[in-house]
């Protein structure tokens, strides 16, 4: 027999369903009571409903039921109809996809009615057991009776409490004061924005913030971490993805010496019933990664679903039904739980089961630690991998093949295994194990831990592929050039002026240029080498270069992997470049040591131009997760790719709007060829045909926290054509204008940087304001700007006359 018992809510009713699967026993009949979440104080009354499971045996299920303060009525309707009972059975009919649920898994012969008719006592007990377990910190709320000292926001929506269903949820229905205008054109959008604030926490240690949430309809959930002091929150977590039952998702909590709230912003969307709730928050010590699997939650591990073998939950208190399964690790006794996968259903060669952690929020490195037990069967392979954000595996251990000597002295015993962990980027560790047939055998795990130390003292440290970058600033940095097989990369600058480009990082600093000009033979190969880059391991490298006069362009740039002797090409320019920065991502995986090279190749003078390169930069991982980590920007950044990011047109004053452009302007000799950013993205520009001479357009922030010390904003602007205006930024703060910067006039035909510190200690908004000038050619553009706080570094590094002369 195994008993599973779930629950799933659609606001305000709450549905509860518990499975037992009767073998051959067709007279069982089910106990009178569901058990409860820890969250809730009793149990439910429970009828059954009997289904057939795809095995052909019988089940039967508790139909759903309404809570209400003190007593459960039963209902006519149906909880929803899926396929997943729990995310661990399949059971058509019955249940709802859920988080929140136990297996209880008993040997055939021990099923009889006197047993069967024990396991309320049991499940009531072990419910008991797990609640004292649980170890919670400040910031931890149910909401069963209030909301534990969080606060809504008064400048948007309330976040209202359910008392009879026990969340807090903000619900779809425009309101003109309560909502938002967002997007790009005439016809912006108006979006419900609920911001939830916790207390203020003071928790020095690492901690695991679990948040048990559904988004129904459509609507967006998002988690930051707020600092005193600071303009800007941090982002912790966020998602768009709407379900029918509650779900949970896990974020690790750095350590802090500042207090901080919990900011949660809830946006539901503008269909009917769309809605964003919460049911409950659980912050805990210890990373995420965590888990003695002891909590109804299981530490937000969940398993993948398989029609053959999956992960249970074994132990707790049908464990004393079951002599068969080992006693738990955490408490070595038969109340604790395990997790545990068997052999028995599986049906086909290479049956996998997975187990898979929460998602990592942050980079983490050190030792993963967990104790597992196999059975004395054989056929039975068990791994452990980490899957990033774009399914892609990575195996950190395999267990080894035992003899049979070895095992029977292991035989019952708990394996304690350490395993270095080395994740730059958000990744999934899976627990996976494979049968080749239904004598595999047995597999138990439990106690898994992770400590930011490495298991071992001659595991290296993380790489730091900061290394390889370069902007060229003031030097090469540690990248060489092998000079033998011809001409070298020159480092040179441009002053700002209105016939050719400059560099990408400021527009008036220093890149790499090789040009046939500068070449002192009719053809040359120049080679640019980076520094060495670890084998075994996914590099992305982003760099941006420019092309000129090139008559055939295959041979103009090209970048190759050198390991060893063996040299690889990696990626080849294809197109022109029109003169403009253009920026490329190219993963690579080496399996030894290798370095980058850059090659620009002119067989003849005549066919060829000038090939720039700047702002080389290699991360650790694929570049899609690079880009995925991109397309949701920073609070305080904006590059435009994807929308204003916050940023609204000053309708009151405008004479005209910002314009969200990819690609040059309309009108000639004016504004730029592309965007800063990539060169083939996007950018907000002011179009000066369709406004008259001294007419502007504002565009403002949102409004911003003040904060304790400076804060320092950059941006890039592009001021190019013969009548062009003025570029202004100001600080608005309780309608008192303060000027903080100013550009007048034809700056350049390159996107220039710019750096404004600022402090102000109370609510603001940066305005962007161009003013249009005395003709058409005037357009003004603005792109890639950041807010950050802290001080602005020292100022950009200016081109001087005689590096400026090598290539006019």
Same mark, same amino acid.
């Given at each position: 027999m195994a008993a599973v018992w779930s629950y799933g809510q659609n606001h305000g009713r709450t549905h509860f369903s518990i499975w037992f699967e009767a073998h051959h026993s067709p007279s069982f009949s089910p106990p009178p009571l569901c058990p409860r979440p820890h969250s809730f104080s009793s149990s439910l009354l429970c009828y059954p409903d009997t289904h057939t499971h795809p095995s052909g045996e019988s089940a039967v299920c508790c139909q759903s039921v309404s809570w209400r303060d003190t007593q459960a009525t039963l209902t006519s309707e149906k909880s929803s109809k899926t396929n997943f009972c729990c995310n661990f059975l399949y059971f058509p009919n019955c249940g709802c996809k +859920?988080?929140?649920?136990?297996?209880? @898994?008993?040997?055939? !012969?021990?099923?009889?009615?006197?047993? *069967? *008719?024990?396991?309320?006592?049991?499940?009531?007990?072990?419910? *008991?057991?797990?609640?004292?377990?649980? #170890?919670?910190?400040?910031? $931890?709320?149910?909401?069963?009776? &209030?909301?534990?000292?969080?606060? !809504?926001? +008064?400048?948007?929506?309330r976040w209202t409490l359910h008392k009879d269903g026990r969340f807090i949820a903000v619900d779809g229905g425009l309101t003109e004061d309560q909502s938002y205008e967002i997007g790009a054109g005439d016809r912006p959008q108006r979006e419900i924005i609920g911001v939830l604030l916790s207390p203020p926490l003071d928790q020095g240690e690492w901690s695991c913030l679990r948040l048990v949430y559904q988004i129904i309809g459509s609507g967006s959930l998002e988690v930051l971490q707020r600092m005193e002091g600071r303009s800007f929150d941090r982002p912790l977590w966020s998602s768009q993805a709407p379900s029918d039952s509650w779900v949970i998702s896990s974020m690790d909590l750095h350590n802090n010496t500042e207090p901080y709230r919990v900011v949660i912003e809830g946006k539901p969307g503008q269909s009917d019933g769309s809605s964003v709730a919460i049911f409950e928050i659980h912050i805990s010590p210890g990373y995420c990664l965590d888990c003695d699997f002891e909590e109804s939650h299981l530490c937000g591990y969940s398993n993948q679903w398989n029609a053959n073998v999956n992960w249970y939950v074994g132990g707790g208190g049908a464990q004393l039904l079951q002599n068969s399964m080992p006693n738990d690790h955490t408490y070595n006794n038969r109340t604790g739980q395990i997790m545990y996968v068997d052999s028995i259903y599986a049906k086909t060669f290479k049956e996998v089961a997975k187990l898979v952690s929460p998602m990592t929020t942050v980079p983490m490195s050190g030792c993963l630690n967990f104790q597992y037990q196999r059975s004395e069967e054989g056929g039975n392979l068990f791994s452990v991998f980490t899957r990033d954000r774009l399914g892609q595996y990575q195996e950190l251990w395999r267990a080894g093949s035992e003899n049979q000597s070895e095992w029977s002295e292991m035989l019952g015993?708990?394996?304690?295994?350490? =395993?270095?962990?080395?994740? %730059?980027? $958000?990744? #999934? =560790?899976?627990?996976?194990?494979?049968?080749? !047939? %239904?004598?595999?055998?047995?597999?138990?795990? /439990? /106690?898994? !831990? @992770?400590?930011?130390?490495?298991?071992? +003292?001659?595991?290296?440290?993380?790489?730091?592929?900061?290394? *390889? &970058?370069?902007?060229?600033? $003031?030097?090469?940095?540690?990248? +060489?050039? /092998?000079?033998?097989?011809? $001409?070298?990369?020159r480092r040179v600058s441009v002053k700002p002026n209105i016939f050719r480009n400059g560099d990408h990082t400021t527009g008036a600093g220093s890149f790499l240029l090789a040009h046939s000009w500068l070449s002192p033979r009719s053809g040359y190969m120049s080679r640019l080498i980076s520094p060495t880059l670890p084998g075994n391991m996914k590099y992305c490298l982003r760099f941006y270069f420019s092309l000129r006069g090139y008559n055939q362009t295959d041979q103009a740039l090209a970048v190759y992997l050198q390991q060893s002797s063996s040299q690889e090409k990696i990626w080849t320019q294809g197109e022109r470049s029109r003169g403009i920065w253009i920026a490329t991502d190219i993963t690579f995986q080496t399996s030894q040591p290798a370095k980058v090279v850059f090659i620009s190749t002119c067989r003849s003078f005549w066919d060829c131009g000038s090939v720039a390169l700047d702002d080389i930069s290699v991360s650790l991982g694929d570049c899609e997760l690079t880009a995925g980590l991109l397309s949701s920007p920073l609070p305080g950044h904006c590059d435009f790719e994807t929308g204003l990011c916050g940023y609204t047109q000053d309708k009151d004053t405008d004479a005209g709007d910002w314009e969200w452009r990819r690609g040059p302007t309309p009108t000639s000799y004016t504004g730029p060829r592309g965007d800063h950013t990539t060169g083939l993205g996007y950018y907000l520009h002011m179009e000066a045909s369709s406004m008259l001479p001294g007419q502007s357009v504002r565009l403002l922030s949102r409004p911003l926290r003040g904060s304790r010390g400076p804060q320092c904003l950059r941006f890039y602007y592009h001021m190019y054509g013969s009548s062009t205006g003025q570029l202004s930024v100001h600080l608005d703060k309780d309608g008192e204008d303060v000027l903080l910067w100013q550009r007048s006039g034809e700056q350049s035909i390159a996107w220039l940087r710019a750096r404004v510190e600022y402090q102000c200690d109370s609510q603001h908004q940066i305005v962007f304001e161009a003013t249009r000038g005395s003709s058409v050619r005037s357009d003004i553009a603005i792109d890639d700007i950041v807010l950050e706080g802290g001080p602005c570094p020292e100022n950009e590094i200016r081109a001087t006359v005689g590096t400026s002369n090598e290539i006019e």
């Open positions: +859920t988080y929140f649920c136990f297996s209880y @898994f008993l040997q055939k !012969s021990s099923l009889f009615p006197q047993r *069967a *008719a024990m396991l309320p006592f049991y499940l009531l007990t072990f419910a *008991a057991t797990i609640q004292a377990y649980i #170890q919670l910190l400040p910031g $931890s709320c149910n909401f069963e009776s &209030n909301t534990c000292g969080y606060t !809504s926001d +008064t400048d948007f929506m015993e708990w394996i304690p295994v350490q =395993v270095d962990l080395k994740a %730059p980027y $958000s990744v #999934q =560790v899976v627990f996976e194990v494979a049968f080749n !047939s %239904p004598r595999g055998g047995r597999v138990a795990l /439990d /106690d898994i !831990s @992770f400590s930011p130390e490495f298991c071992s +003292t001659d595991t290296e440290p993380t790489f730091d592929p900061s290394i *390889a &970058n370069c902007d060229f600033e $003031s030097g090469l940095c540690q990248y +060489t050039q /092998d000079q033998v097989m011809g $001409s070298s990369w």
